[in-house]
Nanobody, 120 residues
Framework: QVQLRESGPGLVKPSQALSLTCTVS??????????WNWIRQPPGKGLEWMGV???????AYPPSLKSRTAISRDTAKNQFTLQLLSVTPEDTAVYYC????????????WGQGTQVTVSS
């Protein structure tokens, strides 16, 4: 069974860039048919999809975050990374990486999540 694990700083200062890495085990991020997502949940709010990179490296982002979000990958390490620019306290959330299939686009396997707090 595939496993995902998020890692990154727990505290980021406003206006800085946030970088989180998802390490995938028991499955390759280049295997045809899979899509690798970043999703977050601010305190007291619902889940927010932040973007996706498919097995072939294609990316997509929601309009609300497109201008300051980028997903990249390191296939040698079997990792994909989220970069979020110019963070504000409103970016405080639990951040998750998750795998979906390109057939359903519904995340099926999730990491445990990592708390990120934006504060000076």
């Amino acid at each position: 069974q595939v496993q995902l694990r998020e890692s990154g700083p727990g505290l980021v200062k406003p206006s800085q860039a946030l970088s989180l890495t998802c390490t995938v085990s028991n499955g390759s991020i280049t295997t045809t048919g899979y899509a690798w997502n970043w999703i977050r949940q601010p305190p007291g709010k619902g889940l927010e999809w932040m973007g996706v990179m498919t097995y072939d490296g294609t990316t997509a982002y929601p309009p609300s975050l497109k201008s300051r979000t980028a997903i990249s990958r390191d296939t040698a390490k079997n990792q994909f990374t989220l970069q979020l620019l110019s963070v504000t306290p409103e970016d405080t959330a639990v951040y998750y990486c998750a795998r979906a299939t390109t057939a359903t686009w519904t995340p099926e396997y999730w990491g445990q999540g990592t708390q990120v707090t934006v504060s000076s």
